[in-house]
């Protein structure tokens, strides 16, 4: 293997070495077999971990795997995920769908992915929150939290939740590793098999594989730019009896939208009448500038159970998320926590705690929903210079609901071009049909890429303008 | 409230509040309101931190609650869980019994849990760790892991497998977040409602809570001194057909006996007969100085699935397990766990690659073995000083399972006379049934409380000796 490796550059030694592997991987083909870890490592005089750092990097991609005992070999390249169609299986088309976006190729633009690029988080309070954690803190590094949810913790929550009107108690809210685990621990409190779950179309889409995990029969009630489609939320009543309702209120994803107070009304009565719970999602609640009203504020947590993370604002890698609960459901969720994973990281729930009471936290979010609110009016400047339909015109966060003036052919050809890494639209769709739209992730639109992207897509009607 | 916080003194201020309010709480018994936590920071002069945490230690142990908008007052306390025997509700039972251990107040002696003390655990390795990771990875404190878990720990996790004779591959491994999450992994994937799974009796409770929330049918086999019961298996084996059998191999929990290698082969022998799948779960794995037989080596991962964590001897907050799995099963546990949890914490699974590639975790295990080793023996050696019966001599590991020569009255009383906490024996017990017999941790017989507490136990018949 022909290639320099320079210990002294600036670019790391591991990132070196998986340029020239590529290099290597492009000229060479799938099916060859890679030098051992060890060989490789002694040939260039570098050490053991980079090699496994990048060849690691070049597994996530896709570009190279291990075989048992033989060491690791150039894949042969699946094709971009065209015109593929096949037989109907919504957990493997989810989770195909995820996998390709956590473990898309560096370089890649991820346009349509559900977080925030790397270069927008900010290290310093996080990194010093740790070192404080791991200095003062003997319980923090070693100890299981409470099944609960540490109570510092959960009294923070409760205070961050009064600028919403949504009264609660620290007593009323447990903590959890994420959103995602949120779901699963109330999908498993609340539902059998064979329960009717409505959901938001277009809507989350790791929730509709969990709900078909769990044999749930799930129903899809069209959102719109105001909330749930009323009109057809009463003619699904009719024909069904759900058990939950699933909304995602503020900054709705994919599409941006924003529950207004009217919808919210007019849903809590009919969950009144037709007697289903409320599952509230509010993950992109710290994007938002100014609070709207939250079904959770209006219910007084009674049908509504709300939940929220600090994934998408602080970090994915901490893992802590929440449930505002009615009262008479926290100690089963508590057991169900326990059950299936003992406790959450009192770790993480320390450094939390620190940034939270520190105001880190708080100055963080203020910079991330003035970035993001800009980001998002520049993106609808160009999308609509450009001819694109927009679903709604939302105030911030990260999503953006649009459909593109040209066919699918353009589309995907442009991505190509411009390593652009599309979410596959029609996993949004509770019954994965093939949708026009598409969700974009305004924060990377900052990359010309983008631009040149969406520019590539332009009407032609709309020349002119 | 008269008591006096020194904040110059070398005891924190919320540890000293924490006594103070003890005092006061002891004197004014139940039902009465605490101060507010601003009122009690000022009159004191003290943070309100400092008084936040105080209350929550106090919240932990069960002597005051909050109420919702109103306030913190002293709880009615529990009077011991004496011969209390309410419906039989064995989710509710393992919840309740857990709680007692995880929120148990801090000076009693917990003779009766499932983790090491805290003064047993080396925080300075785990520190450095902890700060290289904060230091040096960007992508370590923010992104998500990948869905298997990160591909270098894997790789060690592979190696340290090695010496057990389990031969595996990195891509057999999946990340997790804990051994309980590795469990309900499994058990979603393999087990449907009404399905049937054997267990070990004595075994772990958590698991009998876990099958019963997911409506598995359970069955007790037998755990003797070398393993399960194989005739006893085989008769249960013409009545049911389990899909799955769950055997803790080594130090096993509670009885702290190491299955033998001719009952591993007879298991499998069975296993291949009734086809049924085997989880071996193997999280006291890194307790032991000399490996013994493991299912997963004589079976190549092929029925059985193996599984380990670090919470037991590492730090229980990082949270990091893992299962290695037979290769047709790996692609759709991936699957269950990004859509019920994403990924695990990277930031843990950096920190524990650190302590595994730098040679603290080996240094660490090898410290531990040797001093549960010595403990184990000075515990042997106590109680049948005092005519206790023991299950088995286990050589390591935390756990004896023994039977006290006193009735259930005395040793109760005993226990209360030394504060010290049990675990609630019929939970070990897959129909909840009384038994006699204890399990005992012996990392906490070092303090004199367990002593005196074996000794106030003693065989009258043994006084002689």
């Known amino acids: 293997m022909k290639f320099q490796v320079d210990r002294h550059a600036a670019t790391p030694v591991a990132q070196q070495l998986e340029e020239g592997l590529r290099q290597w991987i492009r000229h060479n083909g799938g099916g060859r077999r890679l030098p051992s870890i060890r060989r490789l490592a002694a040939t260039h ?42 037989t109907f299986n919504p957990l493997q088309e989810v989770t195909n769908g995820l996998w390709g ?17 790397n270069d927008w988080r900010e290290s310093d309070d996080l990194t010093y929150a740790i ?13 299981y939290s409470t099944p609960q949810g540490l109570l510092t913790l959960r009294r923070l929550i409760q205070e961050r939740l009064r600028p919403l ?29 064979g329960d009717v779950v409505f959901v938001e179309s277009p809507g989350y889409y790791n929730l509709f594989g969990l709900l078909h995990l769990q044999r749930i029969h799930v129903v899809g009630v069209p959102r719109l730019a105001d909330g ?26 994919p599409t941006g939208s924003t529950l207004t107070p009217a919808i919210a009304h007019r849903v809590l009565q009919l969950a009144e009448r037709y007697d289903f719970k409320i599952i509230e999602d509010d993950i992109y609640a710290d994007f938002q500038h100014t609070p709207t009203t939250r079904l959770a504020a209006l219910d007084g947590l009674k049908r509504v159970i709300y939940l929220a993370s600090f994934s998408k604002t602080l970090s994915s890698s901490l893992r802590v998320g929440f449930i505002a609960s009615p009262p008479d459901l926290v100690q089963r969720l508590v057991d169900i926590k326990m059950l299936t994973s003992i406790s959450a990281s009192l770790f993480s ?15 963080l979010i203020e910079r991330l929903r003035t970035r993001l609110s800009n980001q998002m009016a520049i993106a609808l400047t160009l999308l609509k210079k450009a001819g694109w339909e927009v679903f709604t015109e939302p105030a911030g966060g990260m999503f953006l609901w649009a459909k593109p003036p040209t066919d699918d052919e353009t589309l995907k050809a442009t991505a ?12 949004f769709l ?13 924060a990377y639109m900052q990359d010309p890429r983008a631009k040149a992207f969406i520019e590539a897509n332009r009407s032609y009607a709309n020349t002119s303008k």
């Open 430 to 442: 509770p019954d994965n049909a093939t949708t026009p739209w598409l969700r974009l992730n305004v």
């Open 416 to 427: 190509q071009r411009y390593e652009i890494m599309l979410s596959p639209s029609h996993l």
């Open 131 to 143: 070192r404080q954690v791991a200095r003062n803190s003997r319980s923090g590094i070693f100890e």
């Open 228 to 253: 749930p489609d009323i009109e057809r939320l009463e003619a699904l009543l009719a024909q069904h009896r759900p058990k939950l309702f699933y909304i995602n209120s503020v900054y709705h994803n």
């Open 165 to 193: 009107a949504i009264t609660t108690d620290a007593q009323q809210i447990v903590t959890t590793n994420s959103g995602s685990h949120s779901l699963d621990l109330l999908v498993r409190l609340l539902l059998e098999p």
């Open 45 to 86: 005089n570098i050490s053991r971990n980079a090699v496994i750092d990048a060849y690691e990097r070049l597994v996530s991609a896709g570009l190279i795997r291990s075989k048992p005992g033989s060491g690791f070999y150039v894949t042969d390249r699946v094709a971009v995920q065209a015109n593929k169609q096949p």
């Open 101 to 117: 976006l956590f473990s898309a190729e560096e370089h890649t633009l991820k346009l349509g992915c559900g977080w925030l690029p």
């Open 349 to 363: 729930e320390q450094v939390l705690v620190t940034l939270l009471q520190n105001g880190s936290y708080r100055k």
